[in-house]
Nanobody
Framework: VQLQASGGGLVQAGGSLTLSCAASGAVSTYAMGWFRQGSGKEREFVGA????????NYDYSVAGRFTISRDNAKNTVYLQMNSLKPEDTAVYYCAARPVGPSNYYSTFASVNEYLYWGQGTLVTVSS
């Protein structure tokens, strides 16, 4: 599956953005995740959503501010980001991991657990 992330841009601190991750094929059999990479930093986990969308998991740094959702009918995953801070500035990546029935409710937080990656979209938060 090919992933295309979009929706990044420049926003003031305290503002909001919604990122989208569109897949070239059906994502209903994939667990999905969002990661980010700041300048000079390693790629880090932001949040993840299970195959059916009933379970989500977030890094503590974004919990309560960011929300992941998915629309399997549209093959798209979203990352709603509120109360943005300058430290949220990074390139944001979506990722997909194929899962079987036994992992229907599972979420995954490690870069190494994902097989497919989008190209990234830049989010810049000004102070």
């Amino acid at each position: 599956v090919q992933l295309q992330a979009s929706g990044g841009g420049l926003v003031q601190a305290g503002g909001s953005l919604t990122l989208s991750c569109a897949a070239s094929g059906a994502v209903s059999t994939y667990a999905m995740g969002w990661f980010r990479q700041g300048s000079g930093k390693e790629r880090e986990f932001v949040g993840a959503i299970s195959q059916g969308g009933s379970r989500t998991n977030y890094d503590y740094s974004v919990a309560g501010r960011f929300t992941i959702s998915r629309d399997n009918a549209k093959n798209t995953v979203y990352l709603q980001m509120n109360s943005l801070k300058p430290e949220d500035t990074a390139v944001y990546y979506c990722a997909a991991r194929p899962v079987g029935p036994s992992n229907y409710y599972s979420t995954f937080a490690s870069v190494n657990e994902y097989l497919y990656w989008g190209q990234g979209t830049l989010v810049t938060v000004s102070s």
